[in-house]
C-alpha cells in the first residue's frame, strides 16, 4: 500500500528543540560572586572585601546587608555562602541564606526583586 505524500511548508513544521541542559548552563553554580557584586555595584553599594576573599556590602541607608562568604567557616559550617540580612523599619529583622549550590544568578535575582518591591 502507498502511503500518500504530504507537502507542508516550512514554517508549519514543528520548532527545533534544543535540550534544557545546553539553555540552562547557568543554572549550575560556579561559585562566582560576579552577577551579585555587579549588581551591587550598578546600585552604587559600597563593597568591602577582605583578606580572606569575603564580601561585604551595606546599603546607604544600613537595612540591608549582603554577605558573600565563601571563606567564612561559621557559615560553611551551616553550608552558607550568601547572606542577606533585612532591617525594615517597622518589622522585625530577617535573614535569607543561600548554599554554595545556588547560582549567583538566583542570588542577584532575589536581590533585585527585594530592591524593586515598594515600601509599604
Not at 3 to 19: F, K, Q
Not at 78 to 99: A, H, I, K, L, M
Request: with cysteine.
Amino acid at each position: 500500500m502507498d502511503r500518500p505524500t504530504v507537502n507542508t511548508s516550512p514554517t508549519l513544521l514543528p520548532a527545533v528543540i534544543r535540550r534544557a541542559v545546553e539553555e540552562r548552563r547557568w543554572l549550575s553554580s560556579d561559585h562566582c560572586a560576579v552577577p551579585v557584586l555587579d549588581l551591587l555595584n550598578a546600585l552604587d553599594r559600597t563593597i568591602v572585601d577582605t583578606p580572606e576573599a569575603n564580601v561585604h556590602a551595606t546599603s546607604p541607608d544600613g537595612r540591608v546587608y549582603v554577605g558573600w562568604l565563601p571563606e567564612d567557616p561559621a557559615a560553611w559550617k551551616r553550608n552558607v555562602v550568601w547572606q542577606v540580612r533585612v532591617q525594615p523599619t517597622e518589622n522585625d529583622p530577617w535573614v535569607q541564606e543561600f548554599g554554595p549550590y545556588t547560582p549567583s544568578e538566583a542570588v542577584a535575582g532575589f536581590l533585585s526583586a527585594l530592591i524593586a518591591t515598594p515600601t509599604r
